[in-house]
T-cell receptor, first 115, second 113 residues
Framework: AQSVTQLDSHVSVSEGTPVLLRCNYS??????LFWYVQHPNKGLQLLLK??????LVKGINGFEAEFKKSETSFHLTKPSAHMSDAAEYFCVVSAMQNAGNMLTFGGGTRLMVKP | NAGVTQTPKFQVLKTGQSMTLQCAQDMNHEYMSWYRQDPGMGLRLIHY???????DQGEVPNGYNVSRSTTEDFPLRLLSAAPSQTSVYFCASSWDFTYNEQFFGPGTRLTVL
């Protein structure tokens, strides 16, 4: 079994300040981990992914995430928030299991950026 | 490439009605899946397919049927709509589930009265 917990349902930052969106996971198998972003009334878009290569992963739009196996975490960060970053963000874990692949989504974190 | 397309964008049904949500992709992906998105619950997998003629249940399959007669199309059928099926439905496709990006359609917003 696997699960994903996004520790904050809402995060509010000021434009130009750092962003931290927290994600913890559990998995019985070696997981792949993803962050997706969803802008209002849109589908989901991949920000970045971890698939057992470098533990620090860089994505689009200046986002990055660090895989920490000892802490079972995959937090998403950005040094300086922009108004266009306001969206909902989903942490996703994927692992090969007996019956095939399973994708599990976190509950989402809504990021608000204040001018 | 159009990517993943879904129709309709919006739909209102009455309890007990049936309908089919359409999904098509033009990327020749073997893997396709249907999710529903509800507030605070992220996306939950309804059904998925690993190739034409092969489908399997996800986390929340009850009340939904799927089939995969071609690589391109993966329709989702609601057999007898219930208010609990009010949700936003997303179709996605990918080369696989584990290592590669899922490409999502724009979604269908369904309301069941």
């Amino acid at each position: 079994a696997q699960s994903v917990t996004q520790l904050d349902s809402h995060v509010s930052v000021s434009e130009g300040t750092p962003v931290l969106l927290r994600c913890n996971y559990s998995s019985s198998y070696s997981p792949s981990l993803f962050w997706y972003v969803q802008h209002p009334n849109k589908g989901l878009q991949l920000l970045l992914k971890y698939t057992s290569a470098a533990t620090l992963v860089k994505g689009i739009n200046g986002f990055e995430a660090e895989f920490k196996k000892s802490e079972t975490s995959f937090h998403l960060t950005k040094p300086s928030a922009h108004m266009s970053d306001a969206a909902e963000y989903f942490c996703v874990v994927s692992a090969m299991q007996n019956a095939g692949n399973m994708l599990t989504f976190g509950g989402g974190t809504r990021l608000m950026v204040k001018p | 490439n159009a990517g993943v397309t879904q129709t309709p964008k919006f739909q209102v049904l009455k309890t007990g009605q049936s309908m089919t949500l359409q999904c098509a992709q033009d990327m020749n992906h073997e893997y396709m899946s249907w999710y529903r998105q509800d507030p605070g619950m992220g996306l939950r997998l309804i059904h998925y397919s690993v190739g034409a003629g092969i489908t399997d249940q996800g986390e929340v399959p009850n009340g939904y049927n799927v089939s995969r007669s071609t690589t391109e199309d993966f329709p989702l059928r609601l057999l007898s709509a219930a208010p609990s099926q009010t949700s936003v439905y997303f179709c996605a496709s990918s080369w696989d589930f584990t290592y590669n990006e899922q490409f999502f359609g724009p979604g269908t917003r369904l309301t069941v009265l």
